[in-house]
């Protein structure tokens, strides 16, 4: 019985995952919605983007906002070509929250070799 909640849980966690992101372009904050669901939105003018806000694509449901501002440390690069998005460096949230570790390459997420998305590590 115990490896079939599991097996369940494992489930729900990989079903929820999303490996491609859409992109969206938003003016200001007060655009975003309240489920992000698998868009990426980025906040800002061209040239002058100020934020990358994202649902965690574990499926935890964890909202992540990267600063975008080149004052920012560390410093994120967002790269935009033919309507995809790629994002550098890689995003770590802290494992206190779900412990994911990925990169956003061409709209695409692309997990860490060390991530495991059954335990989070």
Not at 73 to 82: G, I, Q
Request: aromatic share 8%.
């Amino acid at each position: 019985m115990h490896s079939k909640n599991v097996l369940r849980r494992l489930w729900a966690t990989v079903a929820q995952r999303s490996d491609q992101l859409h992109l969206q372009l938003i003016p200001s904050m007060q655009e975003l919605p309240d489920v992000l669901g698998d868009r990426l939105f980025v906040m800002g003018k061209p040239a002058r983007y100020k934020w990358a806000i994202l649902s965690c694509p574990c499926g935890c449901g964890e909202r992540i906002d990267v600063c975008l501002m080149p004052s920012a440390r560390p410093k994120w690069e967002l790269t935009l070509r033919n309507g995809r998005v790629s994002l550098s460096p890689s995003i770590w949230v802290p494992r206190e929250r779900c412990g994911s570790h990925f990169w956003i390459r061409q709209s695409q997420i692309v997990w860490c070799k060390n991530y495991e998305v059954s335990t989070g590590i």
